[in-house]
């Protein structure tokens, strides 16, 4: 299953509604960032101080517990393990939430670090990549969508694939960068997936898909249950930005 722009000139009133919509959809988007760093904003900052606060609280009354109150101490103890695990957690949500790694380190690495994140998380699946650094093929406005392609593709293989190998390679074809995601995982109907706009991954798949036309690339979705699925996309690199020295 492919998306890809169509070889056929389209009626200038249909140009111009697809234009409209590509416009809108790209609005959308960039809100949704914009809403994302708020929430991770406030995750990081707010939940973050309560659950130290909180920490700080339970450190002082298990300070002040008598030496015959050792149950109340363990619970204390406990209690304080968990909060360490939820604000982990909150840091987790934000850091997925507004990646502040592309802003520090920059598209190649932030990349990388989601294939480290996954090969962590999923103990079970083999990952192997193939990436070649792509920083300086792309202004920095591009970064945040081509993250979040990739952040989608790895996330769905870790809660959908139920795969045991994965391929993340990336190369320069070209005038442009392709992206290819590979595993063997159980696989899906795409046209059935795409469809289905009310389920998450369905969701997720128009997603990408829109960020990679966003970008004017091309987008493609090869799967069949049973046999895996591999995502490709191709997106055209910004001559004058790769024309700068490294």
Known sequence: MAITK?????????????????????????????????ISRE????????????????????KHLHKNQGPLKQECEDTLEF??????NVRRLSRDLSP????????????RWLIHNIKIKEKNIHV????????????????????????????NIGEHAKAKNVSVIIKNQKDTILFSIGDDGKGFNVNKALKKITIERGLGLASMAERVQMLGGYFNILSKKGEGTRIQFTIPFNKKVNDEPL
Do not use: C, W
């Open 100 to 111: 502040t790694v592309l802003d520090d380190l920059g598209l190649t690495a932030a990349i």
């Open 83 to 88: 909060i360490d695990q939820v604000i982990e």
């Open 128 to 155: 192997t990549s193939d990436i070649m650094n792509i920083d300086n093929f792309f202004l920095q406005d591009s970064y945040i969508n081509i993250y979040r392609i990739m952040q989608e593709a790895l996330t």
């Open 6 to 38: 169509g070889s056929k000139q389209p009626k200038s009133s249909s140009l111009d509604a697809e234009k409209q919509l590509r416009y809108l959809s790209s609005q959308i988007i960039a809100a949704q960032e914009i809403e994302r760093k708020r």
């Open 43 to 62: 995750l990081h900052d707010e939940l973050g101080q309560a659950l130290s606060l909180i920490k700080f609280k339970l450190r002082f009354i298990r």
